[in-house]
């Protein structure tokens, strides 16, 4: 059996070129100019589709005339300082630079919030559309029909799979070869449900930790979106219903979702974990270090080649978990289930 071992370095990862080719084509006829958009979005991903959409809107052929943004107000309480702090979302940052109207609505259900009035009453008319992604609060019929063109969803995978909080985290821990992103109707009673308008897949590069998918991922829908946006009342003519045979759903991670059990756990297994949680939550243990229990950190983690010779040649006879150091070799390696 060839050994792999788990081990610390620091490496620079390969951003490999987004790659853009529609599952579902679009034959993109006379764009449809002038369209004034509400944007729902919060997160990384979000911010993302954003920019796609801004640069739409302030380029030379934009279907985009005007948009605002509605986002949550987050606010946390620091428990020993006795204060309560206001973080501003990727999204909402983004806005503010660009100088876009922002709405927060209150925290909870969305079933009183209104639609405001295009730049606080200043242009006439209604919204044409609302544009949602990653907005993290369920929109009711009230809303969706609020708008004339109604509201679409950029959704990071394939729909019907993974449904839900966090597709793209699911599709690195279960090792998928391929994502993508998705553009559909907002469903009014069915979260991620709607009607598929368009989709286009994304090649998951083998070690690319989370934040490189959601930048890709993100640039990939909000191009995508565009497209939809010129050509929507031909596409939306076209649209396909979900296969409810092939749903899945995703869920929300934390902390614990981050812990190694290295009696249960590959070489392949920790550095999927690693990928998906290290820029929110580093990748975190409990090891004895002389004689003392201590939660450790792992900031920089690689599976070894399968030719790297492994620091202790007894390393199979060792249970998981088992710590090998040398002063003249610049990294760890960790035992793990499976020989790794």
């Given at each position: 059996?060839?050994?792999?071992?788990?081990?610390?370095?620091?490496?620079?990862?390969?951003?490999?070129?987004?790659?853009?080719?529609?599952?579902?084509?679009?034959?993109?006829?006379?764009?449809?100019?002038?369209?004034?958009?509400?944007?729902?979005?919060?997160?990384?991903?979000?911010?993302?589709?954003?920019?796609?959409?801004?640069?739409?809107?302030?380029?030379?052929?934009?279907?985009?005339?005007?948009?605002?943004?509605?986002?949550?107000?987050?606010?946390?309480?620091?428990?020993?300082?006795?204060?309560?702090?206001?973080?501003?979302?990727?999204?909402?940052?983004?806005?503010?630079?660009?100088?876009l109207n922002v709405h927060h609505p209150l925290p909870g259900s969305m079933s009183s919030w209104m639609i405001p009035l295009i730049d606080g009453g200043n242009i006439p008319g209604q919204f044409d559309i609302g544009i949602v992604a990653s907005f993290g609060r369920f929109l009711p019929s009230r809303i969706?029909?609020?708008?004339?063109?109604?509201?679409?969803?950029?959704?990071?995978?394939?729909?019907?799979?993974?449904?839900?909080?966090?597709?793209?985290?699911?599709?690195?821990l279960n090792g998928d070869p391929t994502s993508g992103v998705t553009i559909q109707e907002i469903h009014p009673s069915v979260i991620d449900g709607g009607k598929v308008l368009?989709?286009?897949?994304?090649?998951?590069?083998?070690?690319?930790?989370?934040?490189?998918?959601?930048?890709?991922?993100?640039?990939?829908?909000?191009?995508?979106?565009?497209?939809?946006?010129?050509?929507?009342?031909?596409?939306?003519?076209?649209?396909?219903?979900?296969?409810?045979?092939?749903?899945?759903?995703?869920?929300?991670?934390?902390?614990?979702?981050?812990?190694?059990?290295?009696?249960?756990?590959?070489?392949?297994?920790?550095?999927?974990?690693?990928?998906?949680?290290?820029?929110?939550?580093?990748?975190?243990?409990?090891?004895?270090?002389?004689?003392?229990?201590?939660?450790?950190?792992?900031?920089?983690?690689?599976?070894?080649?399968?030719?790297?010779?492994?620091?202790?040649?007894?390393?199979?006879?060792?249970?998981?978990?088992?710590?090998?150091?040398?002063?003249?070799?610049?990294?760890?390696?960790?035992?793990?289930?499976?020989?790794?």
């Amino acid at each position: 059996m060839a050994v792999a071992a788990m081990y610390m370095h620091a490496r620079q990862l390969t951003r490999c070129p987004t790659r853009f080719s529609c599952r579902r084509a679009l034959s993109v006829s006379a764009p449809a100019l002038g369209l004034k958009v509400l944007f729902f979005g919060s997160d990384e991903f979000a911010d993302r589709v954003l920019r796609e959409l801004d640069g739409n809107r302030t380029g030379t052929q934009p279907c985009i005339e005007h948009m605002e943004v509605v986002c949550p107000q987050s606010n946390y309480y620091m428990k020993r300082e006795k204060k309560v702090y206001t973080y501003q979302s990727p999204v909402h940052k983004f806005a503010l630079k660009k100088g876009l109207n922002v709405h927060h609505p209150l925290p909870g259900s969305m079933s009183s919030w209104m639609i405001p009035l295009i730049d606080g009453g200043n242009i006439p008319g209604q919204f044409d559309i609302g544009i949602v992604a990653s907005f993290g609060r369920f929109l009711p019929s009230r809303i969706i029909n609020g708008f004339k063109k109604g509201m679409i969803n950029v959704h990071p995978s394939l729909l019907p799979k993974y449904r839900g909080p966090s597709p793209i985290q699911t599709a690195i821990l279960n090792g998928d070869p391929t994502s993508g992103v998705t553009i559909q109707e907002i469903h009014p009673s069915v979260i991620d449900g709607g009607k598929v308008l368009a989709q286009v897949p994304y090649p998951i590069p083998e070690t690319a930790p989370y934040g490189q998918l959601v930048d890709e991922m993100g640039t990939l829908g909000g191009q995508l979106t565009v497209k939809v946006l010129r050509d929507l009342e031909n596409i939306r003519g076209k649209s396909i219903e979900q296969d409810e045979s092939q749903v899945s759903h995703t869920r929300m991670f934390d902390r614990e979702d981050s812990v190694i059990v290295w009696e249960r756990m590959t070489a392949e297994d920790i550095f999927r974990v690693h990928r998906t949680f290290y820029q929110k939550e580093p990748v975190h243990t409990c090891m004895r270090i002389k004689n003392k229990v201590k939660w450790v950190q792992f900031l920089e983690l690689s599976v070894a080649p399968e030719k790297t010779p492994p620091i202790n040649a007894q390393f199979l006879d060792f249970p998981p978990g088992s710590v090998f150091y040398q002063k003249k070799v610049p990294y760890v390696e960790i035992s793990c289930l499976g020989g790794g």
